[in-house]
């Protein structure tokens, strides 16, 4: 739970960060005190830990902030008016995106992270800009009638954020949970999340890091070197893009995209799906 609770506070910190920027991707004013100062302290140490790679780190979060915040506003456009964040952590777009205002968010993470989440929240006297509703669950269980006990409906299309979670799953733990998202998920739903590859899990250069990662109790079990094929057992029509193609890039990624075609090369998938 401590680390749970730690790694959500870090990528607020670099939303922070992006926040303060001239040119930043979005802006969140919530998320510096939602990262608070253990936020603070452990992007400080990873960026001191990758010095190599921190830049890097900033940009991928910003791209995958920018391209959820994106994909969500597009649904919302359409008509979807229920959106579902598993993992939610300190995310703050139930309060910096622009919602009609008969939009719900569902926010879905540890009792106990919520609950600290609230009291930063009512410091701060924040107002969310549609219907927000917290779920507290145990992503690994069976969180399904909880979410509807909350007002999801089933019969309506919805749009899912998978934020920074699908690597942490064991691969059972990943179908039970698309599996479950895909039963709740309608007709014109949209999926979003983000996705490394198989064979960045085996790439010898990335053996040092997913170890410290794993010290740490935030080791990456789960990768897929094809997420449309994965996706589409579920019945999703899936869009993968690689960090720095068109789309997954919005001028900020500078490292090489390797072409699809080219084995055992490490990737990052940003996913964009449908239900048909």
């Known amino acids: 739970m401590l680390e749970v609770t730690i790694t959500s506070r870090w990528a607020a910190a670099q939303r922070a960060r992006e926040s303060q920027l001239p040119d930043g991707l979005f802006r969140d004013d919530l998320a510096s005190v939602l990262a608070g100062p253990e936020g603070t302290l ?18 991928f979060v910003a ?31 139930a309060f910096r995106l622009n919602w009609p205002a008969n939009t719900t968010v569902y926010e879905i993470d540890h009792p106990e ?48 954020l998978v934020e920074g979670l699908l690597y ?33 899990l085996a790439s010898p250069g990335m053996q040092a890091s997913l170890k410290e990662m794993e010290k740490n109790g935030i080791g990456w079990k789960f990768g897929s070197d094809n997420p449309e094929e994965l996706l589409g057992q ?3 029509s899936t869009k993968a893009l690689q960090l720095g193609e068109e789309g997954a890039n919005f001028g900020r990624w500078t490292a090489k995209v390797f072409p699809r075609g080219l084995e055992d090369a490490p990737r990052t998938f940003l996913l964009d799906a449908y239900k048909d």
């Open 63 to 93: 791209i995958r902030v920018k391209f959820f915040d994106d994909l969500a506003q597009r649904l919302i456009a359409k008509g979807v008016r229920q959106v579902v964040i598993p993992a939610a952590g300190m995310d703050a777009r």
């Open 168 to 200: 942490y799953f064991a691969e059972e733990t990943v179908h039970q949970f698309l599996g479950q998202v895909s039963r709740l998920a309608s007709k014109g739903s949209g999926f979003g999340a983000d996705l490394v590859s198989a064979s960045t």
């Open 113 to 160: 992270l919520l609950e600290i989440k609230e009291q930063i929240l009512k410091r701060e006297n924040a107002v969310p800009q549609c219907r927000r509703t917290t779920v507290g669950a145990d992503l690994k269980d069976d969180w399904e009638k909880l979410l509807m006990g909350f007002g999801f409906h089933a019969e309506d299309p919805s749009v899912w």
């Open 42 to 59: 452990a992007l400080e140490a990873w960026e001191k830990a990758n010095p190599r790679r921190y830049e890097e780190g900033a940009n």
């Open 234 to 236: 579920y019945g999703w």
